[in-house]
Each structure stands twice: as C-alpha cells, then as structure tokens.
C-alpha cells in the first residue's frame, strides 16, 4: 500500500515537474529576446550636409512631436545629455553639431564660410534630409542667430519657441558686447578680443561666472571645450563666426517683427546671472509676443547645467500646452 502511495505521489510531482519545465519553455524566447532601447536612449549619427559631415544626437520616438536643440558657444549637442533622456519619453529629439564644433566637421575657415547665414543653411538642410518639417526649436546663445534665420527662412516649420539665453534684443547685450563691438569696426586692429574671447580663463567663466551654485557644473566641460578650440584652424573659424556676429546685432530690428507677425508660443527660460546675455534680454520677448511665457532663473548663462529639472518641467508643461 505504502509503495502504491508513493508511486502515486511520484507521478504527480513528475505531471507539476513537467507543467512547470512547459511554462518556462513558453516564456524563454520572450525573457532571451534583446531587450529594446528605451524611449530615453541617445543614439549618435553622422550624416552628410552640402559635403560636410554632421554629427547629430537623437532620441524619443520618431511618430512624436520633434524638439530641435541648437547649442551655443563654443559648447555643442554635448551640452544637451542631461536635457534629453528627460524629453525623450515624450518627445523626438534632434541635437546637431553646427560645423566647426563638437563632432561635425571643421574645414579650414579659407575654404568653408562660416557665417550665421551658412550654419542656418545647413542646418536646415540636415532637417530636410531628415524629412523632419515640424518641429518645436530650443535656441542657446549661437543658437538663437542660426534658429532665427531658420525661423525666417521656413516659419511653416515652427511649432513652437523655447529661447535659454538665445538674444533677440539690444537690451539683452551685457557690457563686453562695446569691447567686442571694437572688434567688429577694426577686427585687424582688436586681436586682444579674440585672445580674450578664445582664452581658458573665458572659457570657464561661460559656465561659472554669476552662478550660486558652481558645485553643479562638471569642470571637464569647460576643459574640454578649450581643449578643441585649441585645435589648429579654430581660432581662424571662430574669429570668422565672432565678426560675423554684428550681422545678428543689425538683425534684432527684423526677427522682432518676424515674432510679432507669426506669433509663435514662446518659453524663455533664462538665467537671469549672465552677464554676456542679461536679463533684460529676456522679458524683451514680451514686447513683441505679449502672451510669451518667461522665468527668470537662478542660473548663469549655461542655466541648463544649474537648473536642468526645472528647465525639463517648463518645457514639458508649456509644450502639454501648445500641441501644435
């Protein structure tokens, strides 16, 4: 009987053996399979534009609402890291290198003209070829004289505005724009502009100067920075793109009647301790877009590296806002 018994209880655990090795076959293929990016992954590209190669940050799903993000001086998509992984989830991302910085190509400034005009053109070349024709822009700094331009140019593709720091206004110039004015009337007779301009000591104070809260900003960022524009020909291409920046100064008057015509909804989120961009330059926005949405943060003029969740929070929750 006792035999019997067992054989019996024997059989059953074999039949609940069995089940269980079925089950786990079922579900193997799905726990082996790869396991797909998530939305907040980056992925790097480089790709071909007028015959220069661009280098370019993406992330987010290619079906949701796209956010262009051009970075400023003398920075690059880098600059974005952090900012990404928090839009993606929602948001399809682009961050280009202009030419000249990060890890798009640099031509020698003797064959490649390194105007605002050009670094607009290419840029709006990339989305093209991209098949990207809506989108909302994020302007930083040199961001804001290439984003207007590309504004101007295709005022169809804009959805909506976000400017940090990006000037628009005669109010927004801090006071070492009159020494770099010196240099646009005698370039030849100001080099001392461009030594300052290019120099290590400048190059940190971009990211630490009027902020409370150095602890914040990597100190690799800045060293960096200087380490490529220290790389032979950039002085040359930054000379050219600092002199050409008096055509972005003649251009206020123009992109200000461009933003009263069109109208499009506008974040500025600024850091109101710049001192090359001050504050004025931000509630000037109000002037010609008077439902403009605008902070002015306890932040310098990198304000992403200080105040990087708020600056995520006010642009997820103004673009909640406008859809498109």
Same mark, same amino acid.
């Given at each position: 009987? =006792?035999?019997?018994?067992f054989?019996?209880?024997?059989?059953?655990?074999l039949?609940?053996?069995?089940?269980?090795?079925?089950?786990l076959?079922?579900a193997?293929p799905?726990?082996?399979a790869p396991l797909?990016?998530t939305?907040?992954?980056?992925?790097y590209h480089? $790709?071909k534009v007028?015959? /220069?190669?661009?280098?370019?940050?993406?992330?987010?799903?290619?079906?949701?609402?796209?956010? /262009?993000?051009?970075?400023?001086?003398?920075?690059?998509?880098?600059?974005?890291?952090t900012?990404?992984p928090?839009?993606?989830?929602?948001?399809?991302v682009i961050a280009p290198?202009?030419?000249g910085f990060?890890q798009?190509d640099a031509?020698?400034?003797?064959?490649?003209?390194?105007?605002?005009?050009?670094?607009a053109? $290419?840029m709006?070349d990339?989305? =093209?070829?991209?098949?990207i024709?809506?989108y909302s822009?994020?302007i930083h700094?040199?961001?804001a004289?290439?984003?207007?331009?590309?504004? $101007?140019a !295709?005022?169809?593709?804009?959805q909506a505005?976000?400017?940090?720091?990006?000037?628009?206004?005669q109010?927004?110039?801090?006071?070492?724009?009159s020494?770099?004015?010196?240099?646009?009337?005698?370039?030849?007779?100001?080099?001392?502009? /461009?030594?300052a301009?290019?120099?290590?000591?400048?190059t940190?104070?971009? !990211?630490t100067?009027?902020?409370? !809260?150095p602890?914040r900003y990597?100190p690799? =960022?800045?060293?960096?920075?200087?380490? !490529?524009l220290s790389?032979?020909g950039?002085?040359?291409i930054?000379?050219a793109?600092?002199y050409?920046y008096?055509?972005?100064?003649?251009?206020?008057?123009?992109?200000?009647?461009?933003?009263?015509?069109?109208?499009?909804?506008t974040? $500025?989120?600024?850091?109101?301790?710049?001192?090359?961009f001050?504050?004025?330059?931000?509630?000037?926005?109000k002037?010609?877009?008077?439902?403009a949405? /605008?902070?002015?943060l306890?932040?310098?003029?990198?304000?992403l590296?200080?105040?990087?969740?708020?600056?995520?929070?006010?642009?997820l929750?103004?673009l909640?806002?406008?859809?498109?």
């Open positions: 009987m =006792t035999r019997i018994l054989a019996h209880i024997k059989a059953r655990l039949r609940v053996a069995a089940v269980a090795v079925a089950t076959a079922m193997a799905a726990s082996a797909e990016s939305a907040s992954t980056t992925s480089r $790709v007028d015959g /220069v190669g661009i280098f370019y940050r993406e992330a987010g799903p290619r079906n949701a609402p796209t956010i /262009v993000l051009l970075h400023g001086f003398p920075s690059s998509s880098r600059e974005f890291d900012l990404i928090l839009l993606a989830p929602r948001y399809h290198d202009f030419p990060g798009s031509p020698a400034a003797s064959a490649y003209a390194y105007t605002f005009d050009h670094l053109g $290419v709006n990339l989305l =093209t070829d991209l098949e024709d809506r822009l994020y700094d040199y961001g004289p290439v984003g207007f331009r590309m504004m $101007v !295709h005022p169809e593709r804009l505005l976000i400017t940090q720091n990006g000037n628009a206004y109010e927004g110039l801090g006071t070492k724009w020494k770099i004015a010196q240099y646009w009337a005698d370039p030849e007779g100001h080099p001392e502009v /461009v030594d301009f290019l120099s290590f000591e400048a940190e104070l971009r !990211h100067a009027g902020s409370t !809260h602890e990597n690799d =960022t800045w060293t960096d920075e200087f380490a !490529h790389k032979p950039q002085r040359e930054q000379s793109l600092l050409d008096r055509t972005n100064v003649a251009a206020y008057p123009q992109w200000q009647a461009w933003l009263r015509e069109h109208k499009p909804p974040l $500025v989120a600024w850091g109101a301790n710049d001192p090359s001050i504050a004025p330059g931000a509630t000037a926005f002037k010609d877009l008077p439902d949405e /605008v902070h002015l306890d932040a310098g003029h990198f304000a590296d200080e105040q990087t969740d708020e600056i995520a929070r006010l642009i929750n103004f909640a806002g406008h859809p498109g």
